[in-house]
Protein backbone atom coordinates (compact mmCIF):
# COMPACT_ATOMS: atom_id res chain seq x y z
CA UNK A 1 0.00 0.00 0.00
CA UNK A 2 1.12 3.43 -1.06
CA UNK A 3 0.29 6.55 1.41
CA UNK A 4 0.66 9.72 0.01
CA UNK A 5 0.15 12.61 2.53
CA UNK A 6 -1.03 16.05 1.68
CA UNK A 7 -2.30 19.38 2.83
CA UNK A 8 0.42 20.76 4.98
CA UNK A 9 1.56 24.22 4.38
CA UNK A 10 2.88 27.84 6.08
CA UNK A 11 -0.28 29.38 8.16
CA UNK A 12 -0.54 31.39 10.97
CA UNK A 13 -0.66 30.38 14.67
CA UNK A 14 -4.53 30.27 15.19
CA UNK A 15 -5.00 29.12 11.49
CA UNK A 16 -5.97 25.60 10.75
CA UNK A 17 -5.02 23.09 8.22
CA UNK A 18 -6.72 19.80 7.06
CA UNK A 19 -4.19 17.28 6.30
CA UNK A 20 -5.20 14.02 4.35
CA UNK A 21 -3.18 10.87 3.33
CA UNK A 22 -4.59 8.79 0.71
CA UNK A 23 -3.86 5.07 0.30
CA UNK A 24 -3.63 3.08 -3.22
CA UNK A 25 -2.66 0.12 -4.36
CA UNK A 26 -4.40 -1.87 -1.10
CA UNK A 27 -7.54 -0.71 1.19
CA UNK A 28 -6.92 0.54 4.61
CA UNK A 29 -10.42 0.18 5.81
CA UNK A 30 -9.28 -2.99 7.70
CA UNK A 31 -6.54 -1.58 9.88
CA UNK A 32 -6.06 1.70 12.10
CA UNK A 33 -4.25 4.23 10.99
CA UNK A 34 -2.22 7.39 12.49
CA UNK A 35 -0.84 10.36 12.24
CA UNK A 36 2.97 11.25 13.61
CA UNK A 37 4.90 13.96 13.42
CA UNK A 38 8.88 15.01 13.29
CA UNK A 39 10.65 18.09 13.71
CA UNK A 40 14.71 17.96 12.29
CA UNK A 41 16.98 16.47 15.28
CA UNK A 42 13.82 15.22 17.47
CA UNK A 43 12.20 11.91 17.59
CA UNK A 44 9.12 10.99 15.63
CA UNK A 45 6.18 11.69 18.08
CA UNK A 46 2.41 10.30 18.05
CA UNK A 47 0.10 12.69 17.48
CA UNK A 48 -3.62 10.96 17.02
CA UNK A 49 -4.97 7.45 15.92
CA UNK A 50 -7.93 5.58 14.89
CA UNK A 51 -9.36 2.53 14.79
CA UNK A 52 -10.31 0.48 11.56
CA UNK A 53 -14.10 1.51 12.34
CA UNK A 54 -13.46 5.36 12.76
CA UNK A 55 -15.46 5.14 15.85
CA UNK A 56 -12.13 4.71 18.62
CA UNK A 57 -9.88 7.39 18.40
CA UNK A 58 -6.98 8.76 20.54
CA UNK A 59 -5.06 11.49 20.35
CA UNK A 60 -1.69 13.15 22.53
CA UNK A 61 -2.19 15.35 24.96
CA UNK A 62 -0.33 18.29 23.06
CA UNK A 63 -3.24 18.38 20.41
CA UNK A 64 -6.27 17.08 22.43
CA UNK A 65 -9.43 19.35 21.94
CA UNK A 66 -7.50 21.22 18.80
CA UNK A 67 -6.80 17.83 16.02
CA UNK A 68 -9.24 15.52 14.81
CA UNK A 69 -8.85 12.25 13.59
CA UNK A 70 -11.39 10.83 10.33
CA UNK A 71 -11.27 8.54 7.89
CA UNK A 72 -13.76 7.74 4.96
CA UNK A 73 -13.07 4.14 3.98
CA UNK A 74 -14.72 4.71 1.17
CA UNK A 75 -12.28 7.05 -0.11
CA UNK A 76 -9.45 5.20 1.41
CA UNK A 77 -8.43 8.44 3.37
CA UNK A 78 -8.20 9.87 6.67
CA UNK A 79 -7.35 13.17 7.98
CA UNK A 80 -6.44 15.35 10.36
CA UNK A 81 -8.06 18.60 11.14
CA UNK A 82 -6.26 20.54 12.87
CA UNK A 83 -7.30 23.93 14.31
CA UNK A 84 -5.89 26.43 16.79
CA UNK A 85 -2.27 25.78 15.62
CA UNK A 86 0.68 26.75 17.62
CA UNK A 87 4.31 27.29 16.41
CA UNK A 88 5.57 24.12 18.41
CA UNK A 89 2.84 22.28 15.91
CA UNK A 90 5.52 23.23 13.14
CA UNK A 91 6.68 19.74 11.58
CA UNK A 92 6.62 16.89 9.03
CA UNK A 93 3.36 15.14 9.41
CA UNK A 94 3.63 11.63 8.37
CA UNK A 95 0.19 9.20 7.93
CA UNK A 96 1.09 5.53 8.85
CA UNK A 97 -1.07 2.14 8.81
CA UNK A 98 -1.14 -0.27 11.45
CA UNK A 99 -1.39 -4.43 10.59
CA UNK A 100 -4.10 -4.56 13.12
CA UNK A 101 -8.03 -3.41 13.83
CA UNK A 102 -7.50 -1.67 16.95
CA UNK A 103 -5.48 1.56 17.15
CA UNK A 104 -2.06 1.97 18.09
CA UNK A 105 0.14 4.67 20.12
CA UNK A 106 3.46 3.00 19.08
CA UNK A 107 5.46 3.45 15.89
CA UNK A 108 6.67 0.17 15.83
CA UNK A 109 3.34 -1.15 15.14
CA UNK A 110 2.81 0.65 11.88
CA UNK A 111 4.20 -0.82 8.77
CA UNK A 112 3.12 1.28 6.20
CA UNK A 113 4.69 5.02 6.27
CA UNK A 114 3.82 7.88 3.92
CA UNK A 115 6.19 10.36 2.80
CA UNK A 116 5.19 13.20 4.88
CA UNK A 117 3.81 16.77 4.53
CA UNK A 118 5.94 19.75 6.29
CA UNK A 119 3.33 21.93 8.44
CA UNK A 120 4.70 25.71 9.47
CA UNK A 121 3.07 27.62 11.93
CA UNK A 122 4.68 31.31 12.13
CA UNK A 123 3.93 33.42 15.38
Known amino acids: VQLQASGGGLVQAGDSLRLSCAAS????????MGWFRQVPGKEREFVAT????????YYADSVKGRFTISRDNAKNTVYLQMNSLKPEDTAVYFC?????????????????WGQGTLVTVSS
Open 50 to 57: IDWSGYHT
Open 25 to 32: GRTISSYA
Open 96 to 112: ARTGRLGYSLQSSEYDY
